[in-house]
DNA sequence: GATAAAATGGAATAAAAATTCCAAAACGCC
DNA sequence: GGCGTTTTGGAATTTTTATTCCATTTTATC
């Protein structure tokens, strides 16, 4: 590190991220420590000490007052004085409500309620954490260079293929749902240049992982929504999507996988506008 | 004030609200500013200075130190302990991970799952905050006396009318789906003693309307799930349960709707096995 | 492997914040 | 309106926290 970059301090949270991404290579073994740790520790900045934060990323507190100059800030406290002002705590009262609900008595239906807003929530966030989002663009090319496209989910993943059969629909994509009503078998509607998107959790449905399969053997391409990696759906899959949803109790909260859909379907309908 | 009701500190932001409602009553003007400043303004306890905090409340540093004591706490630095302790969960770098997401570019598909993540999670807190609970509770008690269910959900609404037929069969709970295909028509399958659940957002579908009010006709309870009081669906309805739904561009993200499909199917599937 | 430059750790210092204490003011009661 | 009690404001003190500085170690270069 030379001196030469004093450039002038972040005035916003972007702007400090953008710098320290900026610096984070190139850093000497210890600043290096700091950038690591703060970087992945940036919430609380604001709400502790430089002791604690140096203690924290194991560096001594003086390491960490070079690393907040070197960020261009005059040192610690103005570095604190960004994030305090940007604070803004998800609970305007949000938690209290949960806690409210709950006191209802277990069983009750609003505490069952707080419990199912608290596991879609949970799913969100780990699905954001967890996106693999090298997977998610091929996901995405996959199904923006097929024909037509070939959803099916059943039973629980049901309301999934039908919400993006929906979606596919609403944006004039052309899309067949796999529904299995009245046992019939559409498999005959493959047709090389299509793409078929499988949904499907433990325990694995029979007919999805069997079209998965024929697909994939008369040569189409299948994106593969699962819950894990090793999934017998993934076998047949060219691309693999997994959503880590959270159950309470013996239902999936679906949040998450939802999301997903959402997100494939608008992504296909963009590009495929463009295209 | 006397000095009789030295009771232990707070130990969670829950009890910290209770004991601050509680003495809220009989309390001199200085203190009660301190009270009332710190009811509205909770969140910034962690992230300011009693000079800070005293400022805002309009009243001397040593006043509010007396305020932290009176509530059980040995001074400031105990009470601001509890909230900045307190604010550890959360997003233990779940926000840091959705602006990495979006920093992959507007129209990414990255950017476009944090997007949607985000509404997710805002409508799972709407609704948390939101829910009528007596309705709630009065929606489950219909739905516990009725004989047989029937569910009916269009388009958009469709994925939570399957999802709720679903967690009912799962449960042993005779239940229907009028899903209108082949344009069959199955309001003659409705019998006294049936209960009818429609889901309808805005536009409104026609024919879940339609068979709210035939139902109605007939003298059964309706159990609507939509989106605003004032909805025609609420006409027909003896129960109606609002569910505040966050979009992003034209999508409903469905999670807080799919949260309180789950929390009624589960609290009836409990209820009838009581019975 | 010698030399210069950079990086580091920790002790010393400065600054800021929290906390106490008490004299003065306000209040309630007779 | 006087008297005891409670409340108040602010200055003094203590504690915590941030910051600087420099001797020592490490690293890079030749």
Same mark, same amino acid.
């Given at each position: 590190m030379t001196e030469t970059d004093i450039r002038p301090a972040p005035t916003t949270v972007e702007e400090f991220r953008d710098r320290l991404a900026a610096i984070? /290579? /190139? #850093?000497?073994k210890r600043l290096r420590q700091c950038a690591d740790y703060i970087a992945a520790n940036t919430d609380r900045i604001a709400v502790s000490t430089v002791a604690e934060l140096a203690l924290g990323a194991d560096v001594p507190p003086s390491a960490l007052m070079r690393f907040c100059q070197i960020l261009g800030f005059s040192g610690f406290s103005g570095m604190q004085r960004l994030f305090r002002d940007a604070y803004a705590p998800g609970w305007p009262d949000y938690t209290t409500r949960l806690t409210n609900l709950k006191?209802? +008595?277990? +069983?009750s239906p609003s505490a069952l309620l707080a419990e199912f807003v608290e596991a879609g929530r949970l799913s969100l966030e780990s699905l954001a954490k967890a996106v693999d989002e090298d997977a998610l663009a091929a996901a995405v090319a996959t199904l923006i260079a097929a024909d037509t496209l070939h959803i099916i989910g059943l039973r629980r993943a049901f309301p999934v293929a039908s919400y993006l059969a929906y979606a596919f629909e609403k944006m004039d994509i052309p899309a067949m749902l796999h529904d299995g009503v009245g046992k019939l /078998?559409? $498999?005959?509607? #493959? $047709?090389? +240049?299509d793409v078929l998107l499988a949904i499907t959790f433990a325990p694995y449905s029979e007919e999805t992982l069997a079209l998965a399969q024929d697909a994939r053997e008369r040569g189409l391409d299948v994106v593969a929504v699962t819950d $894990? #990696?090793?999934?017998?759906l993934a076998r047949h899959a060219s691309a693999v999507l997994t959503v880590p949803e959270v159950d309470f109790g013996a239902f999936r909260s679906l949040s998450a996988t939802l999301a997903l859909a959402i997100t494939l379907a608008v992504a296909v309908g963009s590009g495929r506008q463009g295209a």
């Open positions: 984070s /290579d /190139d #850093l000497p006191e209802n +008595g277990a +069983g /078998d559409h $498999r005959h509607a #493959l $047709r090389p +240049g $894990r #990696l090793t999934s017998p």
